[in-house]
Structures are given as C-alpha cells and as structure tokens.
C-alpha cells in the first residue's frame, strides 16, 4: 500500500494563477482533509470530506475549492492564487468514524509570487 | 468551534531530562485527544492518542495525561534521547463535531546531546 499519495510535491504560482493539489489514499478511507501549515501556527483545517461526494469547511476556507468525485480521491483547488496562500498544504485520511487516527501525505510545498 | 492552545511553543532539555508540553481545549464536549510528531521534512505521524474517559495513558517512554474538568492535557517525555528532537502537535476532536479534527499550533522540542 502506498497510504496516501500528494501531487505534486513542490509547485511555484505567479498571483492569480491557478491549480490543483491531488490527494490519492489506498486504504479504502471515509474521511480526507486538507491542512495548511505554517510556521508557529501548526495545522489548520482547510477542507475536508467525510465520504464520497460530500465536502465540509474547515477552520480557513476562504480562496479554496474541493471535491471527492471518487472515494480515493479529494482535491484542492486554488481559483486565483495569493501570496497568504503560500505554505505547505497536507491531505490525510482516516478510515470512518469511529477510527480517528490520521495518516497523512509527505505533502505539498506551494510558493505564491 | 474547538480551539486548541499549546505551549511552550519551544522547548529545550538536555538529554536524558523529562519533557512536558502542555495543550489547552475549549469545547467540552471534545472526547478524542491525539498527539502527532513531526520531524523535519516530514510528514506528521501519531504518536499517543487518549479518550475523555481515560485519566492517563503511556507508551514506554511517552504518556499523556487528561484534565477534563480544566479541559486540558499534557504530553510527557521521559528519559529524552536526540531523536525526541521534533515539532509535536496536539489535537482534539469531539461529540459536537465528531469529524473535524483541531490542531494545536505545535512545540518544537530540541533534544541537547
């Protein structure tokens, strides 16, 4: 099993360009989130789906987009890139429930310019 | 929404001293407390995870202990070797919000050899 799988792994966006961050888990998982992170003020909730088809906001969703078209995958998408989005994103899954142990990707290191 | 309070927010101990890193919760319905280590470059991975009905919990040289009525909890590193030198992340989910899971914002802790 590969667990779960970011693409890509570092990415530079001029302002107001656009993109998408791929998130891909193998464990068969209900649930997937985004976090952000940054230096001093640790993993802040972005998104997150509780299973296939659904999306829910986290702690700071202004200035993204998600979707879980299929259950192995949620994606992140940024419309018009900003220089605050600058930070290293992560995605983690967790099985359902009534399992909360998360495991997370090697995440995305994205520079906004 | 929960919120999550950590501190210190860095720490250094000399090695083979004891560690404690403290975390501060606001919900009171939250019943799941993990705590996540991250070392440099890499991905957050869970290291000791507790429920509200439980008072303590340890892992050899790991414990955790709980405070429900003063809602909070402390992570405690016993005997500390170089490779404890790591960015450590409280957490807490609960009953109102069973699905989100809340970060703390992180301790940095050196281990001085």
């Known amino acids: 099993n590969a667990g779960v799988t970011q693409t890509p792994k570092f990415r530079v966006l001029k302002t107001g360009q656009s993109m998408t961050l791929l998130c891909a888990q193998d464990?068969?998982?209900?649930?997937m989130y985004w976090y952000r992170q940054d230096p001093g003020m640790g993993l802040r909730l972005i998104h997150y789906?509780?299973?296939?088809?659904?999306?829910a906001k986290g702690e700071v969703p202004d200035g993204y987009n998600v979707s879980r078209l299929k259950k192995q995958n949620f994606l992140l998408g940024l419309e018009s890139a900003a220089p605050s989005q600058t930070s290293v994103y992560f995605c983690?899954?967790?099985?359902?429930?009534?399992?909360?142990?998360?495991?997370f990707g090697s995440g995305t290191q994205l520079s906004v310019l | 929404g929960e919120n999550v309070e950590q501190h210190p927010s860095t720490l250094s101990v000399q090695e083979g001293d004891s560690a404690v890193i403290k975390c501060t919760y606001s919900?009171?319905?939250?019943?799941?407390f993990p705590w996540y280590k991250q070392e440099l470059g890499k991905r957050p991975q869970l290291i000791i995870d507790i429920r509200s009905n439980v008072g303590e919990k340890k892992d050899q040289r790991i414990a955790v202990t709980l405070n429900k009525t003063a809602k909070h909890f402390s992570l405690h590193i016993t005997e500390t070797q170089p490779e404890d030198s790591a960015v450590y992340f409280c957490?807490?989910?609960?009953?109102?919000?069973?699905?989100?899971?809340?970060f703390g914002p992180g301790t940095s802790l050196s281990v001085i050899p």
């Open positions: 983690a899954s967790r099985p359902d429930r009534g399992d909360e142990k998360l495991f």
């Open positions: 464990m068969n998982h209900e649930y």
């Open positions: 957490a807490a989910s609960g009953k109102t919000s069973y699905d989100k899971v809340i």
């Open positions: 789906s509780v299973g296939e088809g659904t999306t």
């Open positions: 919900d009171s319905a939250s019943n799941y």
